[in-house]
T-cell receptor, first 114, second 113 residues
Framework: AQSVTQPDIHITVSEGASLELRCNYS??????LFWYVQSPGQGLQLLLK??????LVQGIKGFEAEFKRSQSSFNLRKPSVHWSDAAEYFC????????????FGTGTLLAVQP | NAGVTQTPKFRILKIGQSMTLQCAQD?????MYWYRQDPGMGLKLIYY???????DKGEVPNGYNVSRSTTEDFPLRLELAAPSQTSVYFC????????????FGPGTRLTVL
C-alpha cells in the first residue's frame, strides 16, 4: 500500500536560516507528490506538486522541492525562512486506484526563532 | 470566489447526539472529499464524491454518512456521536482537469463529550 513518511515531527530553525523538510514515499509507479502547508487554525494550502518532468519544482512562498526516485524522497526546501513560515507542513501522495484520494504524512511542525 | 466554505467552525456535542457538518464550494468542482485530522496522524479520508448523486467510502467511514444532491454541497452527517469522533474535519474539492489538486476549506473543530 502507498504510504508517506515524514520523519521529523517538529523542527525549529532561526529566521533567515535555510530549511529542509523530509518526505519519503512508498509507491510502485511514478508518484504524484504534493506539499501542503497548514497555518494555525487554517485549512491546508497547496505549496507545490510534482507529476512528471523536471525533478526540481518551484512552489509558492519561495518553496521548492526535489523528487529523487532513487531515494523515494520529495524533500521541501527554502533558502531563507521567514517568521511567517511557522506552520505545519504535510507531504502527500496520490493513492492510486479509482479515487483521487491523497495519502498524507503525519506532518512536520515548523517553529521559527527570531 | 469564496472557494470551499465549512460551517460551523466549532461545535461541542454530547455522546449520542447527531449533527451535520456543512461544506460548499463555488468552483464548480466535480470531486469533493471529507477528511478528519487527528493530532500526529495526518489526514484520513472519510468519504468522497465524484459528482452529484455519487458518493463512496474512504479509509474511515464508520459513524458517518454523506449525500451529494448538488455539485456545490457535500454535507457530512454524524449519527450517534462518540468521543472517538472528536477531531478537526476538513472538506476539499477538485476539478476534472486537475483532479489531484485539492482545495481545502478552513475546517470544523468538533468535540464530543
Amino acid at each position: 500500500a502507498q504510504s508517506v513518511t515524514q520523519p521529523d515531527i517538529h523542527i525549529t530553525v532561526s529566521e533567515g536560516a535555510s530549511l529542509e523538510l523530509r518526505c519519503n514515499y512508498s509507491y510502485g509507479a511514478t508518484p504524484y507528490l504534493f506539499w501542503y502547508v497548514q497555518s494555525p487554525g487554517q485549512g491546508l494550502q497547496l505549496l507545490l506538486k510534482y507529476f512528471s518532468g523536471d525533478t526540481l519544482v518551484q512552489g509558492i512562498k519561495g518553496f521548492e522541492a526535489e523528487f529523487k526516485r532513487s531515494q523515494s524522497s520529495f524533500n521541501l526546501r527554502k533558502p531563507s525562512v521567514h517568521w511567517s513560515d511557522a506552520a505545519e507542513y504535510f507531504c502527500a501522495v496520490v493513492g492510486g486506484g479509482a479515487t483521487n484520494k491523497l495519502i498524507f504524512g503525519t506532518g512536520t511542525l515548523l517553529a521559527v526563532q527570531p | 470566489n469564496a472557494g470551499v466554505t465549512q460551517t460551523p467552525k466549532f461545535r461541542i456535542l454530547k455522546i449520542g447526539q447527531s449533527m451535520t457538518l456543512q461544506c460548499a464550494q463555488d468552483m464548480n468542482h466535480n470531486y469533493m472529499y471529507w477528511y478528519r485530522q487527528d493530532p500526529g496522524m495526518g489526514l484520513k479520508l472519510i468519504y468522497y464524491s465524484v459528482g452529484a448523486g455519487i458518493t463512496d467510502k474512504g479509509e474511515v467511514p464508520n459513524g458517518y454518512n454523506v449525500s451529494r444532491s448538488t455539485t456545490e454541497d457535500f454535507p457530512l452527517r454524524l449519527e450517534l456521536a462518540a468521543p472517538s469522533q472528536t477531531s478537526v474535519y476538513f472538506c476539499a474539492s477538485s476539478n476534472m482537469t486537475s483532479v489531484y489538486t485539492q482545495y481545502f476549506g478552513p475546517g470544523t473543530r468538533l468535540t464530543v463529550l
